[in-house]
Each structure stands twice: as C-alpha cells, then as structure tokens.
C-alpha cells in the first residue's frame, strides 16, 4: 500500500463547477505539499501545508492541513479549463526522502 | 535562469543497452533527484545527492548509477537497460535537503520518457 492515497483516480467536470480531492494517510506527517503537474512537464509546486487545521488560499485553490496532520484536500471553485492536469500530495521524511501520493488526474471541459 | 535542465526529452532503447540521462541545475541547490514517474504509482525516488562528491539511494536505485562531480550536474546511468525501466523520469533540485516538516521547494525539469524494447 502506498503511504498517500489519493481519491478520486480521475474527475472530469464541466467548467465552473466545484471539486475536491483528496490525499490520505495513517501515518503523521509535519507538513504537506502539493503540486500540479501539466501534460509533458515536470511537477510545479502549488502549496505546503504544516500546521493542523491549517487552511491556505491561492485564488480559487483551497488547501487544507487535517487536525491530526494525516490528511489533505484542495479545493477548487469555479474550475476552469486551465486547471486540467495531474495534482499530486507529497510529503518529506526524514530520510532525505520524498514521498508522492498517484495524483488525481482532473479534466475540466469547456 | 534556465532552471533544471534534462536531456534527451526522448529515448528508445533496446534491451540490454546503456545510457545516461542528463540534468542540470543553474539555481546553485546542493540537493539534487531523480524520480521515475508510471502510471498508478506517482513519483518514486530512486537516487538522491545532498552535495558535490556525495550520493545515496532512494526507494528504487536498482539498475540505476548516479555520480555527481559538480553542483549542476546529476547525471542517471542506466546500465543494461530492462523493459521494467519504461518510464518517465524526471530531475529537481533544491536549496536544501527534504527533512520532516520542510517547507522547500523542489523544482523539477521536464522530463525524460524512456521506452526499452
């Protein structure tokens, strides 16, 4: 099993409806990040998250840190087309190690 | 800032064959990676570098060599090239090291897709 699970695999929407996605774990971890990765092009940084409960905003992008640091999810309001890609959670340990949840892959039709 | 760098975008190789794969970094970071992307499984690591002269293994180093002798370069070494090393691979870098809680960025390059017959 994979340390992150992410849900759902795949979601395709119609431009200006709301989503979320989700990155699970039981383990605990002291920060969080995301990360959109667009068709032929490596992984570009979104957000890190590091306190419980923590709620961060990137114009219609929502990230949330779980109270108990074992989970996230990203919201996206109004989507639109240009929000179409791969978005994947990881997670730093402490062996200089990162760690990549499958990605949940987001098609948003015009 | 060209950022990370990688070469070639492309390659098919034939089982068997050797290549290296290319990266380089202008941003100065001390760490550097590589990661196979595939279908269902995310990015694994398979070898890291913390510094010039200095490298250690990720998740899935095996059929894989690393070297690194500057700070800009890191280049993958595959060494018999199996049908299992189909990938996508990517290089980042970053300024410093991932440890539990850290907050860095890591920039990654575009990518290599690999196909081995």
């Known amino acids: 099993t994979q340390l992150l699970e992410q849900s759902p695999q795949f979601l395709s929407i119609q431009e200006g409806e709301n989503l979320t996605v989700y990155c699970n774990s039981s383990?605990?971890?002291?920060?969080l990040q995301w990360y959109r990765q667009e068709p032929g092009e490596g992984p570009v940084l979104l957000v890190t998250?590091?306190?419980?409960?923590e709620v961060k905003k990137l114009k219609r992008l929502t990230f949330q840190f779980g109270d108990a640091r074992k989970d996230s999810s990203l919201h996206i309001t109004a989507a639109q087309p240009g929000d179409t890609g791969l978005y994947l959670c990881a997670v730093p340990l402490n062996n200089n190690d990162m760690r990549f949840g499958a990605g949940t892959r987001l098609t948003v039709k015009p | 800032n060209a950022g990370v760098t990688q070469t070639p975008k492309f390659q098919v190789l034939k089982t068997g064959q050797s290549m290296t794969l290319q990266c380089a970094q202008d941003?100065?970071?001390?760490?550097m990676s590589w990661y196979r992307q595939d279908p269902g499984m995310g990015l694994r690591l398979i070898h890291y570098s913390v510094g010039a002269g200095i490298t250690d293994q990720g998740e899935v180093p095996n059929g894989y060599n690393v070297s690194r002798s500057t700070t800009e370069d890191f280049p993958l070494r595959l060494l018999s090239a199996a049908p299992s090393q189909t990938s996508v691979y990517f290089c980042?870098?970053?300024?410093?090291?991932?440890?539990?809680?850290?907050?860095?960025?890591?920039?990654f390059g575009p990518g290599t897709r690999l196909t081995v017959l």
């Open positions: 998250v590091v306190t419980g409960g």
């Open positions: 383990s605990v971890f002291s920060s």
């Open positions: 980042a870098s970053s300024y410093e090291i991932p440890l539990a809680g850290g907050t860095d960025t890591q920039y």
């Open positions: 941003m100065n970071h001390e760490y």
